[in-house]
């Protein structure tokens, strides 16, 4: 079965600093991965997908995250915080029935300080 | 309209009571989801619609849950005799739908509500 999992619930970092935050996929076939962001009291957006097209995706923000399939790794990353990158970010995987019904991790809270 | 606009943002209910949570999608986006997001974790999918039929309701956690789309455009989704386990926030998605391809299965969210059983 799909899974993902995000290996830290929160981050913080400082601002103009680089950010990582990290999810492993278990899957039996290479699939494709989304990254979502939910600012407080806002819809999840979309960030990025991965869908086997090239292995470094790069999304909205200045966010990318490349996929590893050697090590079954989806990390997003940013080369420099900013304060309005204070959100929840979600790795997300289609399960078995296809894009009809996501899994999601369980979430990493980013902090950025000034 | 411009996005998925959910309603209320905000409902507190006692405890036995009966909720319904509305959900308008997309113009024309002919797919509708319903998510579940518990405190500190991630979303749980409830619930799939393809126009007014739901092909998938496998996540619905107990028969007190229920979900409608009628028009192929407005979902409720009904809690009766409401449980402090049920207080969540209640997510509403939709996206255009009608094939295989990434692009018509972009799921777009709602801001959620939050429903918070006393």
């Known amino acids: 079965a799909q899974s993902v999992t995000q290996l830290d619930s929160h981050v913080s970092v400082s601002e103009g600093t680089p950010v990582l935050l990290r999810c492993n996929y278990s899957?039996?076939?290479?699939?494709?991965l989304f990254w979502y962001v939910q600012h407080p009291n806002k819809g999840l957006q979309l960030l990025l997908k991965?869908?086997?097209?090239?292995?470094l995706v790069k999304g909205i923000n200045g966010f990318e995250a490349e996929f590893k399939k050697s090590e079954t790794s989806f990390h997003l990353t940013k080369p420099s915080a900013h304060m309005s990158d204070a959100a929840e970010y979600f790795c997300?995987?289609?399960?078995?029935?296809?894009?009809?019904?996501?899994?999601f991790g369980a979430g990493t809270r980013l902090a950025v300080h000034p | 309209g411009a996005g998925v606009s959910q309603s209320p943002s905000n409902k507190v209910t006692e405890k036995g009571k009966d909720v319904e949570l509305r959900c308008d999608p997309i113009?024309?986006?002919?797919?509708l989801y319903w998510y579940r997001q518990r405190l500190g974790q991630g979303l749980e999918f409830l619930i799939y619609?393809?126009?007014?039929?739901?092909?998938?309701k496998s996540g619905l956690p107990s028969d007190r849950f229920s979900a409608e789309r009628t028009g192929e455009s407005v979902s409720t989704l009904t809690i009766q005799r409401t449980q402090q386990e049920d207080s969540a926030v209640y997510l509403c998605?939709?996206?255009?739908?009608?094939?295989?391809?990434?692009?018509?299965?972009?799921?777009?969210f709602g801001a959620g509500t939050r429903l918070s059983v006393l």
């Open positions: 998605a939709s996206s255009s739908g009608g094939g295989w391809g990434l692009a018509k299965n972009i799921q777009y």
């Open positions: 899957s039996s076939y290479s699939p494709s």
């Open positions: 991965y869908t086997s097209a090239a292995t």
């Open positions: 997300v995987v289609p399960g078995a029935g296809g894009y009809n019904k996501l899994i």
């Open positions: 113009s024309g986006h002919t797919a």
């Open positions: 619609f393809q126009g007014n039929s739901a092909p998938d």
